[in-house]
């Protein structure tokens, strides 16, 4: 019998091994558009990084541009990752390595730095945020089917407080235990909420950085990629879990926020006593993740009490049935194992495929910023349909 066991657990680790490096294809984009993507590196010349562990840094951000691109180019398509940055984004190690997808295998949709599709004129753009500190480039995906549909998706990591930030040149900068969301949970309450806050302020400003450069890249990009081709009038805001806390604080207090999207995430901040005044969705897992059924039934009220108060004709909350909190980002994707995948089943953890949660969750995405930045719809959207059963609209 221990025989047995052992080649079992050698059956197992040798799947996982194979699995680990074989290659992989993030879900096809949705929309008409081909895809292009950029990246740079910005630095803030006025304000300083606040939560940078050396007085007087400056605030610099590593910005992803996803956008649609023009039809009938030779271009390279992009690794999903940068060569650069794999090494430093690998697990250490270990069983976790062996639970995770080579980074050099997976691909993506994206062209590297190919030129903005000159038809339309201008798209309307939206900032994408990450959960937790993750690095944006783990929300391909949505940022991809984004693009594809007719937006400059803009995404961006932050040293100190995204878990890792490789820049072009080289240097790798890591967060800081004191900038991780989900240590400020083991504090007591009011700690909590003062650590939360001084990470949450910090991401809303690095927003209103990132639009204030965008239009200045409208109005004059030195590459002339981007100028004259992003609609500053047209913003959206959306994040995944403490991403979607800052989509909600932001909206909440920046009028450049014409529609936002909370995906999966509890409010903290302003908002919950100021709420937001303009179309706004929540879109839930319905499973969560959170410790206490006290800290479920708190973050359910502060999610209502904003939702009652936003515009009638522009508001949403929905559930996608089966959802898991942590497959919204590309880990639905990477994420194939049958063995993993029976054993999560098993335990309640996941309901539903994680490419189909995905498929699901742009089509929610891209409807919603269809309705109130492009205006598709003239009253309220109407997100049901036949194709995605699991939807389930939440009054």
């Given amino acids: 019998m221990a025989m047995l066991g052992v080649l079992g657990i050698g059956v197992l680790l040798g799947s996982l ?60 398509m992009d690794n999903y990752l940068p060569a650069q940055m794999q090494a430093a984004a690998k697990p250490n190690g270990g069983l976790l390595r062996l639970l995770t997808r080579d980074l050099a295998k997976v691909h ?35 940022a991809e089917d984004l693009a594809s549909h007719g937006y400059v998706v803009v995404g961006f990591d932050a040293p100190y407080r995204t878990y890792s930030v490789v820049f072009p040149d080289g240097r790798v900068m890591r967060r800081t235990p004191e900038n991780n969301p989900e240590l400020c949970e083991d504090q007591e309450q009011a700690q909590q909420a003062r650590c939360v806050n001084k990470v949450l302020t910090a991401w809303t400003a690095d927003i209103a950085f990132v639009l204030d450069q965008l239009e200045r890249l409208n109005v ?34 920046d009028s450049r926020c014409k529609a936002g999207i909370d995906v999966d995430g509890s409010l903290h901040g302003s908002v919950i006593q100021a709420g ?10 319905g499973q969560g993740d959170f410790s206490s059924d006290a800290e479920i039934r708190q973050i359910q009220a502060d999610i209502q009490s904003v939702y009652d108060r936003l515009p009638a004709d522009g508001r949403l909350r929905i559930s996608i049935r089966g959802a898991n909190h942590f497959l919204f980002s590309d880990d639905g994707a990477l994420l194939k194992s049958h063995i993993v995948l029976r054993t999560l089943r ?8 994680g490419r189909r949660q995905l498929t699901v969750t742009v089509y929610c995405v891209h409807s919603f910023f269809d309705a109130y930045l492009k205006g598709t719809s003239v009253s309220r959207l109407k997100i049901s349909s036949p194709l995605y059963p699991e939807i389930q609209v939440l009054e």
């Fill in 346 to 353: 098993a335990l309640g953890v996941v309901g539903i495929d």
């Fill in 220 to 253: 004059s990009d030195p590459t002339g990629k981007f100028t004259g081709h992003l609609d500053m009038t047209r913003v959206g805001v959306f994040g995944h879990s403490f991403g979607g806390a800052q989509a909600a604080q932001f909206c909440s207090l």
């Fill in 108 to 142: 993506g949709h994206s062209s590297r730095d190919s030129d903005v599709s000159p038809q339309p004129r201008s798209y309307p753009v939206v900032i994408m945020r990450a959960g937790a500190s993750a690095e944006v480039w783990n929300y391909s995906t949505l």
């Fill in 276 to 285: 937001i005044h303009k179309p706004f969705m929540f879109l839930l897992s």
């Fill in 17 to 76: 091994w194979l699995e680990h490096k074989a290659g992989l294809t993030l879900p096809t984009p949705t929309g008409s558009f081909a895809v292009g993507r950029a990246i740079y590196d910005w630095t803030d010349d006025v304000a300083l990084d606040d939560l940078a562990p050396v007085p007087g840094t400056k605030r610099e951000l590593l910005v992803w541009i996803w956008y649609p691109s023009a039809a009938g180019q030779s271009v390279a």
